[in-house]
């Protein structure tokens, strides 16, 4: 019975050995994509805090889509270039400091989904989230989404703020 049993012990023990290798690479690749597609986002602030036009725009699909913080901007390519031509235009256009970045891959690794925080001198903390995808060998932003992130216990006054009739609405000039 003791020998019955440390054989099936041994066996067990051997399996996980011999599966292990695969799962540790299987566990690399996927941390190695991931790493690509932090790398296609860290050049993309790169490129923004530098003002480098034509790498910022670059890095997105044609038909990304670009969503900023007001309910007003949400911009194709072509209209979120022509946003972004004047402030880059002296070689600085804006600066996002990304930090606690997390990627979700598709199961056949062609889509990305990431969320990352982010910090802003003036803004403070942020987040993007962001949807990546693999056109040929190179990773695309296909979607941005800027949010400015509000404590819960802020949540009333932002939304007293929201809410309220603006200085330019009000009729005052």
């Not at 986002?41 to 790498?55: R, S, T």
């Not at 990304?98 to 062609?110: G, H, M, N, T």
């Not at 001198?121 to 987040?127: A, S």
């Not at 995808?133 to 404590?151: C, F, H, R, S």
């Amino acid at each position: 019975m003791l020998k019955m049993i440390c054989g099936i012990f041994a066996c067990v023990i051997l399996i996980g050995c011999a599966s292990s290798p695969d799962v540790r690479r299987a566990d690399l690749h996927e941390q190695g994509v991931a790493f690509d597609v932090g790398l296609v986002l860290e050049q993309f602030h790169f490129a923004a805090d530098q003002g480098l036009f034509d790498m910022y725009f670059g890095l997105m699909k044609d038909d990304v889509v670009f969503l900023g913080t007001d309910e007003s901007e949400r911009w194709g390519k072509a209209e979120f270039m022509e946003y972004a031509r004047d402030p880059f235009s002296d070689g600085h256009g804006w600066t996002y400091k990304p930090r606690d970045r997390s990627v979700i891959l598709s199961d056949d690794e062609q889509i990305a989904w990431v969320d990352e925080v982010l910090d802003h001198d003036r803004y403070g903390v942020l987040r993007g989230t962001a949807v990546l995808e693999l056109i040929g060998e190179d990773w695309k932003i296909a979607q941005y989404n800027l949010t400015m992130l509000v404590p819960n216990e802020k949540m009333g006054e932002v939304v007293e703020v929201i809410r309220s009739p603006s200085v330019e609405s009000s009729g005052n000039d």
